[in-house]
């Protein structure tokens, strides 16, 4: 195909074959090392209920509390925002990882602050879990964790 092309446009394609797959690499490198901007200073979440060492029953009503952010839905990359996810029995995400998508990690990208959930009787750890539009955690600063005992059936 090069050859079929006058010098002139080869003496231009050519460079641009070679330097392309470094740019790509640079930008896939960046990405991947790319760090959410940090949480707004004395930005803080907390569960608005239940209360740490609470027992519930099912199913257990969960509100989130967040100061000094704002929550949009998950996609908005405005600085100071983000949304919540609950971690069922799990610790927080370090900084700048995506929160996992699975039954422990509860995802609320439409900007939800409330929701319920159904838990095995016994004790559990609730962690709430502040993240940018794009699901990056903003690390432990940005989470809380509280224990709660989950009454049987009677």
Request: glycine residues 6%; negative net charge.
């Given at each position: 195909m090069l050859r079929s092309m006058p010098v002139s446009m080869r003496r231009m394609v050519v460079p641009m074959l070679l330097v392309s797959p470094l740019l790509g690499a640079s930008a896939a490198a960046y990405a991947q090392s790319a760090q959410p901007a940090p949480a707004a200073p004395a930005a803080r979440v907390f569960f608005v209920t239940p209360k740490d060492g609470a027992t519930v029953t099912n199913p257990v009503v969960v509100k989130f509390g967040v100061e000094g952010m704002a929550i949009k839905p998950a996609g908005d990359m405005s600085p100071?925002?983000?949304?919540?996810?609950?971690?069922?029995?799990g610790d927080p995400v370090p900084a700048g990882q995506v929160v996992?998508?699975?039954?422990?990690?509860?995802h609320f990208g439409k900007g939800?602050?409330?929701?319920t959930v159904n838990l095995t009787p016994g004790d559990h750890t609730l962690t709430m879990q502040f993240a940018n539009g794009a699901h990056q955690s903003?690390?432990?600063?940005?989470?809380?964790?509280?224990k709660v005992h989950v009454k049987g059936q009677q």
């Open positions: 100071n925002t983000g949304h919540h996810h609950l971690i069922i029995d996992p998508t699975d039954d422990a990690h509860l939800q602050t409330e929701t903003y690390g432990p600063a940005m989470s809380q964790t509280i």
